[in-house]
T-cell receptor, first 109, second 115 residues
Framework: EDQVTQSPEALRLQEGESSSLNCSYT??????LFWYRQDPGKGPEFLFT???AGEEKEKERLKATLTKKESFLHITAPKPEDSATYLC??????????FGKGTHLIIQP | DTEVTQTPKHLVMGMTNKKSLKCEQH?????MYWYKQKAKKPPELMFV?????LSINESVPSRFSPECPNSSLLNLHLHALQPEDSALYLC?????WGKGGTEAFFGQGTRLTVV
């Protein structure tokens, strides 16, 4: 059974203060590692898919990386609008997604 | 804007009511999903429907029943729910099937309250 563990549970940063969120995974065979952003009361918004160790994806202030055991979501010079819960998930296809518990990120002006 | 549309956005129902949640995707995807999300918890998979085959999370009670009228539509029929079933219900779709790891796209959810 896939297991996905995210840390920290919550993170409070000042605007412009860069940091990283961690996602460690234990899966029988990685079919995909996914990052989502979720705002309160809304559905998760897809950010990135990573398939292979060493792979990197970027979008605006966000960069996702993957190793054989974990993934990082790096946030560079964050703005208050980056405040959200960031979810990591593995799986996909017929088995659906297994989510971590998420990191609740707050960016203070 | 999401291309997965869920209706209604909010629903309040009594424990003896029968209601349905509706989901439509406009991306030509062949797999659709229902997830349940309680407050401050991650989404949990309830059902997968793809190529007319249904996969069920065995922990989901029978008071929830999915229906897939066609490859673009997915309904979730609700009957005799309990207050603990109150949650955000999320529909998603993806292109992949089998063991493929393609990403899923989510709708904005239906906020269900059972009274």
């Amino acid at each position: 059974e896939d297991q996905v563990t995210q840390s920290p549970e919550a993170l409070r940063l000042q605007e412009g203060e860069s940091s990283s969120l961690n996602c460690s995974y234990t899966v029988s065979g990685l079919r995909g590692l996914f990052w989502y952003r979720q705002d309160p009361g809304k559905g998760p918004e897809f950010l990135f898919t990573l398939y292979s160790a060493g792979e990197e994806k970027e979008k605006e202030r966000l960069k996702a990386t993957l190793t054989k055991k974990e993934s990082f979501l790096h946030i560079t010079a964050p703005k208050p609008e980056d405040s959200a819960t960031y979810l990591c998930a593995s799986g996909g296809g017929a088995d659906g997604l297994t989510f971590g518990k998420g990191t609740h990120l707050i960016i203070q002006p | 804007d999401t291309e997965v549309t869920q209706t209604p956005k909010h629903l309040v129902m009594g424990m003896t009511n029968k209601k349905s949640l509706k989901c439509e995707q406009h991306m030509g995807h062949r797999a659709m999903y229902w997830y349940k999300q309680k407050a401050k918890k991650p989404p949990e998979l309830m059902f997968v429907y793809s190529y007319e085959k249904l996969s069920i999370n065995e922990s989901v009670p029978s008071r929830f029943s999915p229906e897939c009228p066609n490859s673009s539509l997915l309904n979730l029929h609700l009957h005799a729910l309990q207050p603990e079933d109150s949650a955000l219900y999320l529909c998603a779709s993806s292109q992949g099937w089998g063991k493929g790891g393609t990403e899923a796209f989510f709708g904005q959810g239906t906020r269900l309250t059972v009274v």
